[in-house]
Every structure is written in structure tokens, then in C-alpha cells.
């Protein structure tokens, strides 16, 4: 079940990072506002989706490497789940939910270069996840012949 959904992000991720760059330009390419404000306790971002405007809100405040994968991680639903407004506060229930683990994929293919840079090629997954700070579990999906 996940192998397809890991694909058809990957892939997704792969194609917009190769046509716009980073998160802010795909935001901006695709009239997605980003908001920063306090949300509730345990809330870091939301996709919502109103009257044809898609904006993601963000947690502010929180660290820039955090802020930056959870807005790839909203950016996942909107490509992937765009007409759904849904929200997890229990980490629990977005660990193991399907839209969630693929926007996480989405979020860190994103994030990470293609291929694994020369210059970290004794890294271990947990190394590469800190370093780009994301989670360690989407690393080893999305290099996975480099660790398997």
C-alpha cells in the first residue's frame, strides 16, 4: 500500500522541485497563500481549502527547519488531497494514516536531493534526517537502494 503512495510522491515532489525549486517558489507559482500564527497546542500547520483559495497555515515561531518541512508537508495534501480539510492533533492517528505518511514522503523527497551528495556518502539515515531535518524512516523510503 505505501510503495505505491511512496512513488506517486516521490515522484510528484521530484518533477515540481525540477520545475519551480523550493517549497516558497511552488507556493507562489500555484497562488497558495502561507500564513504564520499561533495555532492550537499540538498543531504545527494546516491545508485549507476555501472558495477556490488554498492557503497553508503554519505554526510560527518554530524552528526554520521544522517550519520548512511542514510546509512541504501541507504542500503534499494540496497536490494529493486538495479538496480535504482535515486535521490530526494526535500523533498517534497522522503517524499511521495514509494521506499523512504520503505527504511526509512528499515532503521530504521535496526536501532531499535526488541523489544522495557525494560529500555525505558515509552518512547513516539518521545522520541525512538531522541534517535536513526530517523525519529518519522517509530517508531510508526514499533512498532506498542506497541503504538496502
Known amino acids: 500500500m505505501y510503495d505505491a503512495a511512496a512513488k506517486q510522491a516521490i515522484s510528484l515532489a521530484r518533477k515540481l522541485k525540477n520545475k519551480f525549486g523550493d517549497a516558497e517558489s511552488i507556493c507562489i507559482a500555484k497562488d497558495i ?4 500564527t499561533a495555532l492550537s497546542r ?3 500547520g494546516l ?3 476555501t472558495h477556490r483559495v488554498h492557503t497553508i497555515v503554519l505554526q510560527k515561531g518554530l524552528d526554520p527547519y521544522l517550519t520548512r518541512f511542514i510546509l512541504c508537508h501541507e504542500l503534499g495534501h494540496y497536490f494529493m488531497d486538495k ?3 482535515k ?3 494526535d ?3 497522522s503517524k499511521n494514516d495514509y494521506a499523512e505518511r504520503r505527504a511526509d514522503i512528499f515532503a521530504a523527497a521535496l526536501i532531499l536531493p535526488d541523489q544522495v551528495p557525494p560529500e555525505f556518502a558515509d552518512y547513516t539515515s539518521d545522520q541525512l534526517a538531522s541534517y535536513y531535518g526530517i523525519p529518519t524512516w522517509t530517508v531510508e523510503l526514499i533512498y532506498k537502494s542506497y541503504f538496502f
Not at 497563500?33 to 504564520?36: D, S
Open 91 to 93: 500523533p498517534y492517528i
Open 83 to 85: 479538496t480535504q480539510n
Open 87 to 89: 486535521l490530526y492533533i
Open 42 to 44: 499540538g498543531v504545527t
Open 47 to 49: 491545508h485549507v481549502h
Open 33 to 36: 497563500h502561507i500564513l504564520f
